[in-house]
């Protein structure tokens, strides 16, 4: 693993979006996994106003999302595939048959996962992956546990999960209780990783997926066997490394 470390937040997602410019740079083609959340949306801005500026080009770059909520409409604010549309996809005008991201509101679940899985390989699989990280340390919606699901599937919110999500609906009641998500082998798979973190609550997290053990109690902490990670954090995210 790389590890840098940064001032802030902004210098943070100032550093990620020079990388990603770069590996678009190398490859116009490049195919791009992609998270949500609070951390990514510096990064996204930072890639938009490059790419305003002539300075990355995006129109032959194809996107696939960790996850979405389920059961979840399209036009639900809270939505991925709304985050993805007014940060993202819409600001750079990305072909909408480049950008992909699961469906929250399928009724046939394995068809999906198995059907984004082939998509996944058909575009030749994912040469950078871009990752937040949960304070429990989970990784797309792969939680805790015993045992960790590889492909893409439905999985079940944590507690922890569902209480830090929760900022981003009206009460904790709203936030639903399962995502269909990429698994860890299918994260593993790509070419390169960058994984994100911000601020003191993710400090526990980020020091045990860098410093600890190799264990499914912190899926995070199985990106030490993937042969190209960098890890970038804040000063407030990096306490527990030193």
């Not at 949306?41 to 305003?52: D, F, I, P």
């Not at 549309?85 to 999906?112: E, K, M, T």
Request: aromatic content about 6%; overall charge positive; hydrophobic content about 40%.
């Amino acid at each position: 693993m790389r590890i840098a470390v940064l001032r802030d937040y902004q210098s943070l997602s100032e550093r990620a979006a020079a990388l990603v410019s770069a590996r678009i740079g190398k490859k116009p083609t490049a195919v791009l996994g992609l998270a949500t959340g609070s951390t990514p949306l510096g990064l996204y801005r930072e890639l938009v106003k490059a790419a305003q500026r002539g300075l990355v080009d995006f129109s032959g770059v194809t996107t696939f999302n960790l996850d979405e909520y389920y059961p979840i409409e399209r036009e639900s604010l809270q939505s991925y595939y709304y985050y993805m549309q007014q940060h993202f996809w819409g600001p750079l005008g990305i072909c909408p048959g480049r950008a992909h991201i699961p469906d929250g509101r399928a009724g046939d679940i394995a068809g999906v996962c198995s059907d984004y899985e082939q998509k996944i390989m058909d575009a030749g699989g994912i040469d950078l992956q871009i990752l937040g990280i949960g304070v429990n340390g989970h990784i797309g919606f792969n939680e805790p546990g015993a045992a960790l699901s590889a492909k893409t599937h439905l999985a079940s919110l944590s507690a922890e999960t569902i209480a830090a999500n929760s900022r981003f609906f009206e009460d904790r009641d709203a936030v639903p209780r399962r995502a269909i998500s990429m698994g860890l082998g299918t994260i593993m798979k790509a070419r390169e990783i960058l994984l994100l973190a911000s601020g003191s609550e993710k400090a526990r997290a980020i020091g045990e997926t860098v410093r600890g053990k190799l264990t499914t109690k912190v899926p995070a902490s199985l990106l030490q066997a993937h042969p190209r990670v960098t890890v970038m954090v804040d000063r407030a995210a990096a306490c527990c490394l030193r």
